[in-house]
């Protein structure tokens, strides 16, 4: 999806319009967390599973309906080794890779223990916790609108900076202000409303890398935020139970600095 409108949006609008397409993510937390955790909640944690299959049926029956067989933009083609050779042997995009995985990592080592750091230090129980998931989609949501406004004005490697630095520095503030349960979710906004602000800065930078392989290219991307996201959660409860949410949060704002290193180098390259 990402490549299909990076190849029919101008880049200097491209950030407002794929800001427009993370709206999705940002609306399963405020709306879908909260069922889910209701229905978890009320009935057992395998309430859920039908409705995905439900809404994974309808949401089949949509795609299939609505995107064309053929894409006129492009003739298929079946290189797809000269895609890969393009985006490996380039160091900006190598360089982009690796911003998506030290974010992603940062952001999964908070994402994974939050609700156990809630539950240690306030008691809060599932419907609770849905509740703050709640607010971390608002916060997304509003991420997803200052990347809309401002990102493409900005400068996408401007915008990445300042959410990188910004995110950074809400993990250092997360567990001072989060000595209390109100605290704790105000640190949680700033926290995710950075990283937010991040991720949708730098997939508008990622679709014009290596245009002649813009697939590949986000594909890979994604492959980051899965590897990075692995790293965080593996690093998570390691860490947590052994020093604390507070190293949690300092390992967060190292790996934010290695996404700053990787974004210079991609600068240069």
């Given at each position: 999806m990402q490549a299909y409108f990076g190849d029919r949006i101008p880049y200097a609008q491209r950030g407002t319009a794929l800001a427009v397409t993370e709206v999705a993510w940002s609306m399963s937390f405020i709306i879908g967390v909260p069922v889910v955790g209701f229905l978890i909640d009320t009935f057992g944690w395998s309430a859920p599973f039908p409705f995905f299959t439900l809404l994974g049926l309808?949401?089949?029956?949509?795609?299939?309906?609505?995107?064309?067989?053929?894409?006129?933009?492009?003739?298929?083609t079946n290189n797809s080794r000269a895609g890969y050779n393009a985006v490996f042997t380039s160091t900006p995009a190598l360089a982009g890779i690796s911003i998506a995985m030290w974010a992603s990592a940062g952001n999964e080592l908070v994402n994974v223990i939050f609700g156990v750091w809630l539950e240690d230090s306030f008691g809060l129980r599932i419907a609770a916790l849905a509740g703050a998931s709640a607010l971390i989609g608002i916060s997304e949501l509003s991420g997803e609108g200052l990347v809309a406004f401002t990102t493409d004005r900005l400068g996408k490697p401007l915008a990445l900076t300042l959410g990188l630095a910004g995110n950074a520095l809400a993990s250092i503030l997360l567990p001072f202000i989060g000595q209390t349960q109100t605290g704790a979710l105000i640190g949680l906004f700033l926290f995710?409303?950075?990283?937010?602000?991040?991720?949708?800065?730098?997939?508008?930078?990622?679709?014009?890398?290596?245009?002649?392989a813009r697939a590949t290219m986000l594909s890979l991307n994604v492959t980051g935020h899965s590897i990075g996201r692995a790293l965080g959660a593996f690093l998570a409860a390691i860490i947590y139970q052994r020093y604390g949410f507070m190293f949690v949060a300092l390992t967060a704002v190292l790996f934010n600095a290695a996404g700053l290193l990787a974004l210079r180098r991609m600068q240069k390259g």
């Open positions: 309808v949401i089949f029956f949509v795609i299939w309906r609505i995107v064309p067989g053929k894409d006129p933009h492009h003739e298929l995710y409303i950075t990283f937010e602000y991040v991720m949708v800065s730098h997939i508008p930078m990622m679709t014009e890398l290596v245009p002649s």
